[in-house]
C-alpha cells in the first residue's frame, strides 16, 4: 500500500476520536499541581483552566464566530492553548492568540473549517499535530520564528490556503504536514530543514516548483506524490536516497535535476511522472528501483555510473508495461556498463542503448521538440512508417542507430524532420 494511504488511514482514525479532554499532560512541564487543583473560569464563548502561576485557554463554545484569547485571567498570565481546545468549532471565524502564548496544542483548531484568520504570536514555540487540520477556509499562515518542527498534519487539508512562510528557525516538516493543501503554489524550504517527512506536500495540486535544499538529509516516502502541477525540482546530493513514490504521479514534471550525492531512488519515485522527457542518473547513484515506470514521455536516461544496480524489471527506466514498436527510449552509459545490459535485455520494450557522448550537442527547446515529434508521428502514422526501419520485422541495432543518426542530424540542425532526413538518406 502507499505510502501516503497508510498516513491518510492513520488520519481518518484520529478524525474519529472524540475530544480530548484535559489532562495534566497537556499542562506545561513546570506545572506540578494535580488536575483536581485547577479552577475552570468561563469568559464570554471561551473557558480557561487556572493553576497556581499561570492559566490555561482550555475549550471554547462550538457556536464561537469571532473570538479573542485573554492574555491573563484573574492576574495570571495565559501561557498556552490546550489540546482540542477548539476541537469542531465549525463557525469560528477568527481568532487573535495574544502575545505570550507558548504552546499550542495537538488538534487544538481541529476541523475549524470556517476559519479565514488567525495570527500566530512570535512567543509560539511549539504546535502540536493536526493542529489545524481541516481548516479548509484558512488562506495563508505564518509560521513563528521560534517554532523549531512543523507537526505531522499540522496543515492537513488546508485545502484553501495559497501561501506559507516557514521560519529558518524550523528543522523538521513532519508527515502529512501539508498534505492535500491543493491550492499551495509555492513554497520555500529554508536551509535549516534537514529532513522532509513522509506525504509532507502529497496532494498540493497547485505546487508548481520545489527546490530541495543542502541542508535536507532526508525526503520522506510520498512527500510529493500527486503535486499535478509541479513542473519542477531540483534534489540535493545531501538526500542520500530518494524515498519510494517521492513524486509519484506529479503528470506536470518536465525538469528533473538530481544531484550528485544522491545513491538510491526508491520504487516508483517518479512512477507516473507522464511530461518528463529526459533525465540524468548521477554518478553516486548506486541503485535504481523501478523509479520511472509509466513515464510515457521519457525519451532519454542517461545514466552516469557504469555499475549502478537497476532493478530488474522492464518498466524500471520508463517503458510502458506493453511491448512496443512505436516509442524508443534512449539509454546512455558507458560500454559493457549495467545500462546497456539493461537495454539490450529490454530491447522488445523500445529500450536502445547508445554510449555517453553520441547525444547531440546542442539540445533544442522543448516546446520546438515537441511540435517537431507531433509533425514526424503525423508523418509516420500517414505513411504507415514505423520504426523497423529496415523492414525486417524486429527493431534491431541497426534500427536504433538510424534514430540516433537522424537524432544527431536535428541536433546539428542539417534536418527539421524525419520527413526530410528519410528523404536525405535514401537521395
Known amino acids: ?62 457556536l464561537a464566530l469571532n473570538v479573542e484569547i485573554a492574555s491573563e485571567i484573574d492576574g495570571l498570565p495565559v501561557t498556552s492553548i490546550a489540546m482540542s481546545a477548539f476541537y469542531n468549532c465549525t463557525t469560528l471565524k477568527t481568532v487573535v492568540i495574544p502575545e505570550g502564548i507558548i504552546s499550542i496544542g495537538d488538534k487544538a483548531f481541529y476541523n475549524c473549517s470556517a476559519l479565514t484568520s488567525v ?6 514555540t511549539s504546535m502540536g499535530i493536526y493542529v489545524f487540520n481541516g481548516c479548509s477556509s484558512l488562506d495563508s499562515v505564518v ?25 529558518d528557525s524550523v528543522t523538521s516538516i513532519e508527515n502529512v504536514a501539508f498534505g492535500n493543501c491543493s491550492a499551495l503554489k509555492s513554497v520555500k524550504i529554508p ?23 543542502d541542508s535536507v538529509t532526508s525526503v520522506g516516502s510520498g512527500a510529493f506524490e500527486n503535486c499535478s502541477s509541479l513542473t ?39 512512477q507516473n511522472c507522464t511530461s518528463l522527457l529526459s533525465v540524468t542518473i548521477p554518478e553516486s547513484v548506486t541503485t535504481i528501483n523501478n523509479a520511472f515506470s509509466s513515464c510515457s514521455s521519457l525519451a ?25 514498436q512505436d516509442r524508443v527510449i534512449v539509454i546512455y552509459g558507458e560500454e559493457n556498463s549495467t545500462a546497456q545490459a539493461y537495454a539490450e535485455k529490454f530491447a522488445d520494450y523500445g ?15 522543448t516546446e520546438p521538440v515537441t511540435e517537431s515529434l507531433d509533425d514526424d508521428i503525423t508523418y509516420m502514422k500517414e505513411n504507415q512508417i514505423t520504426l523497423d526501419f529496415n523492414n525486417n520485422g524486429v527493431i ?28 536525405k538518406e535514401e537521395a
Open 1 to 62: 500500500m502507499k505510502f501516503r494511504k497508510i498516513l491518510a488511514v492513520v488520519s481518518a482514525l484520529c478524525m474519529m476520536c472524540a475530544v480530548v479532554p484535559f489532562t495534566e499532560q497537556n499542562v506545561p512541564e513546570r506545572a506540578v499541581l494535580s488536575v483536581s487543583a485547577a479552577e475552570k473560569i468561563t469568559v464570554g464563548m471561551l473557558t480557561y483552566t487556572k493553576y497556581e502561576d499561570y492559566a490555561v485557554l482550555s475549550g471554547c463554545n462550538t
Open 119 to 124: 495570527n500566530i504570536p512570535d512567543s509560539v
Open 143 to 167: 509560521i513563528p520564528a521560534g517554532v523549531t518542527s512543523i507537526a505531522g498534519g499540522a496543515f492537513y487539508g488546508c485545502s484553501a490556503m495559497t501561501s506559507v512562510v516557514i521560519p
Open 191 to 213: 536551509d535549516s530543514v534537514t529532513s522532509i517527512g513522509g506525504s509532507a506536500f502529497a496532494d498540493c495540486s497547485s505546487l508548481t516548483s520545489v527546490e530541495i535544499p
Open 232 to 270: 519542477s525540482a531540483k534534489i540535493s546530493g545531501s538526500v542520500k536516497k530518494i524515498e519510494s513514490s517521492a513524486f509519484e504521479d506529479c503528470s506536470d514534471l518536465t525538469k528533473l535535476e538530481i544531484m550528485e550525492g544522491v545513491q538510491e531512488i526508491g520504487l516508483s519515485a517518479f
Open 300 to 324: 532519454t536516461v542517461t545514466v552516469l555510473n557504469p555499475y549502478c544496480n537497476i532493478s530488474d524489471g522492464y518498466t524500471s527506466l520508463g517503458s510502458n508495461i506493453v511491448k512496443t
Open 351 to 365: 529500450y536502445v542503448f547508445s554510449v555517453i557522448g553520441s547525444q547531440p550537442a546542442t539540445e533544442p527547446e
Open 396 to 423: 534491431d541495432s541497426a534500427d536504433a542507430a538510424k534514430l540516433l543518426k537522424y537524432a544527431a542530424a536535428k541536433g546539428a540542425g542539417t534536418v527539421s524532420n524525419l520527413k526530410e532526413f528519410l528523404q
